[in-house]
């Protein structure tokens, strides 16, 4: 499994828009590019961050160009946000990581 991680700093008062633009991007790449899903957490000084999962990295290499759609959902979260730190990317060595239920 590959990962691939990033960390923003969001404006004040576009984090309502930033977390929405980057939940629909996700579901796209989840459900349209072969992605496994991602996490967006939220620290207490403002910073986000993220981590994506694909099944490798030649998964996340071959994806095909973005639609339009997801073009205007990146562009939007730069509009919201300076992008601190990444994309940085590995592979998976261990997983300990558990899902609470719902």
């Known amino acids: 499994m590959h990962a691939i991680y990033f960390r923003w700093k969001v404006a004040s008062g576009h984090e309502r828009d930033f977390e929405q633009a980057w939940l629909e991007l996700t579901k796209l790449v989840?459900?349209?590019r072969g992605g496994l899903g991602s996490r967006l957490h939220r620290c207490a000084d403002g910073h986000y961050f993220a981590y994506?999962?694909?099944p490798s990295e030649?998964?996340?290499a071959a994806q095909a160009e973005p639609s339009p759609r997801m073009v205007e959902?990146?562009?939007r979260m730069r509009?919201?946000?300076e992008l601190?730190?990444?994309p940085?990317?590995?592979d998976v060595v261990a997983d300990l990581l558990v899902?609470?239920?719902d």
């Open 30 to 32: 989840r459900d349209e």
């Open 52 to 54: 994506a999962q694909w």
């Open 58 to 60: 030649l998964a996340w």
């Open 73 to 75: 959902l990146r562009n």
């Open 79 to 81: 509009e919201c946000a």
């Open 84 to 86: 601190v730190d990444g």
């Open 88 to 90: 940085l990317r590995g």
């Open 99 to 101: 899902s609470a239920p």
